[in-house]
């Protein structure tokens, strides 16, 4: 069972960037898919970028597309996501998922076993 801790978000303006983390521990990181999530106030939480078990593979929500990255370090057990010319409408709490069951992360929310507390990205205008 693989637990995983956010860290990275934060405060700031619109064209910034910022780089997430996301650390595992307590599974062999390198078999699962992994994925972030964002959800803003008031609304549902939405696929942002998908990432396979080996790194190759990766998938990404079109609001993003262009602007963000996803990938891995599996000797490190850590995923990322680098976040650039970030937009008012990034604003989030960012979660990062994972799941054994597939080799390419899939996008859909009720697909991930595991799941991180989150961490806070606000871009300001």
């Known amino acids: 069972q693989v637990q995983l801790v956010e860290s990275g978000g934060g405060l700031v303006q619109a064209g910034d960037s910022l780089r997430l983390s996301c650390a595992a521990s307590g599974g062999t990181f390198s078999t699962y898919a992994m994925a972030w999530f964002r959800q803003a106030p008031g609304k549902e939480r939405e696929f942002v970028a998908a990432i396979s078990w080996s790194g190759v593979g990766t998938r990404y929500a079109d609001s993003v597309k262009g602007r963000f990255t996803i990938s891995r370090n599996n000797a490190k057990n850590t995923l990322y996501l680098q976040m650039d010319s970030l937009k008012p409408e990034d604003t989030a709490v960012y979660y990062c998922?994972?799941?054994?069951?597939?080799?390419?992360?899939?996008?859909?929310?009720?697909?991930?076993?595991?799941w991180g507390q989150g961490t806070q990205v606000t871009v300001s205008s």
């Open positions: 998922a994972a799941d054994a069951r597939y080799a390419m992360g899939p996008s859909r929310a009720n697909d991930y076993g595991y």
